[in-house]
């Protein structure tokens, strides 16, 4: 079975770029939700996708968007990056909807804004 | 407001004193409330979903049990490989996506040999 994945491990970019990073959920798994962890905090929920379409937000502007492909990987693009927009993005997959989910994470992408 | 508090914030152990970890919830109706391991740089990984009060779920050194109001995690003898930041999340009735989970700041575990 193959476990979530994620790429780039780390990014480094300059105030008002954009950056994309991608997901790729574990086998079987049909919805992806997507975290910011900043140091030291527990992550939060910046938005899910299920059947690629989304499926809630959280409480983050919209130059934060996503895409989810047929084949259930995902994207999250982030436009005008801001100097607090450096944390651990975090994607999770888990099956189905309703009803408490178990979402497994992957490693995570290090995006360092200067 | 859906809010999780974790206490304490770090914990330091010697291997084999037995301790335990806090997890308080304020949430408009509970789905599920799940505990996660978090090592330094790396993705929380998955340790146990609890659904209702009352109920306990165990894995080697760790047991989670729940109440209405709080969760705990019950660490066993620990072990330095146990070291790391735990993470509580609660799932809320309220609100129409499942992966809203709200976290904790997390309690960051120290074990010394």
């Known amino acids: 079975e193959t476990g979530v994945t994620q790429s780039p491990t780390h990014l480094i970019k300059t105030r008002g770029q954009q950056v994309t990073l991608r997901c790729s959920s574990q086998?079987?798994?049909?919805?992806v939700s997507w975290y910011q962890q900043a140091l030291g905090q527990g992550p939060q929920f910046i938005f899910q996708y299920y059947r690629e379409e989304e499926n809630g937000r959280g409480n983050f502007p919209p130059r934060f968007s996503g895409l989810q492909f047929p084949n259930y990987s995902s994207e999250l693009n982030v436009n005008a990056l801001e100097l607090d927009d450096s944390a651990l993005y975090l994607c999770a997959s888990s099956l189905g909807q309703g009803g408490p989910r178990e979402q497994y994470f992957g490693p995570g992408t290090r995006l360092t804004v200067t | 407001e859906d809010q999780v508090t974790q206490s304490p914030e770090a914990l330091r152990l010697q291997e084999g004193e037995s301790s335990s970890l806090n997890c308080s919830y304020t949430v408009s109706g509970l789905r599920g409330l799940f505990w996660y391991r978090q090592d330094p740089g790396k993705g929380p990984e998955f340790l146990f979903t609890?659904?209702?009060a009352g109920e306990e779920k165990e894995k080697e050194r760790l047991k989670a049990t729940l109440t209405k109001k709080e969760s705990f995690l019950h660490i066993t003898a620990p072990k330095p490989e146990d070291s790391a930041t735990y993470l509580c999340?609660?799932?809320?009735?309220?609100?129409?996506?499942?992966?809203?989970?709200?976290f904790g700041k997390g309690t960051k575990l120290s074990v010394k040999p």
């Open positions: 609890l659904y209702s």
């Open positions: 999340a609660v799932q809320a009735r309220r609100g129409g996506s499942q992966g809203n989970l709200i």
């Open positions: 086998s079987g798994h049909n919805t």
